[in-house]
């Protein structure tokens, strides 16, 4: 059976230092609730496990995806922007089977994941606009060994 995993991409944040505290914009906000509601009219979803890099504008974006589907966000200190992906796919590997994730992360992280995942090379990742999900399904979270299912932005998405 085909496991799953939804990368999402923070909604649009805006400038300021540290970079670990940065938070959404109002378009930011936005972007999350729409994705959100895209999430929650899903009925796939069931025992979905929600992840967020523990930066403020991912935390953010996870909590207006948990409120619409009902769950709390858990804290993963590994998918801040520049770690790096494999340690992502390792961590992967490790998790029990039959219960999708959703990593609620940040660029070049999220795209260089999707990268490894589904091409086998991380420097062959998806641009993701922000808010952004990619879903994809493999058997083995390994590197080249996953398929990309869906890719859907705030703007492309049929959702409230």
Known sequence: ????LLIMRHGEAGPGAPDAERELTARGRREAERMAAWLA????LAGLRLLASPY???RQTAAIVGEALGLEAEALSFITPDDPPRAVADWLLAQPQGRPLLLVSHMPLVGALTGLLVEGRA???L?????????LEADVWAAGCAR???FVSPATCDCG
């Open 148 to 150: 990309l299912v869906d």
């Open 1 to 4: 059976m085909a496991e799953r």
């Open 127 to 135: 641009g993701f606009p922000t808010a952004a999900v990619a879903e």
């Open 123 to 125: 420097d062959r990742g």
């Open 41 to 44: 009219e899903r009925d796939d």
């Open 56 to 58: 403020r504008r991912a």
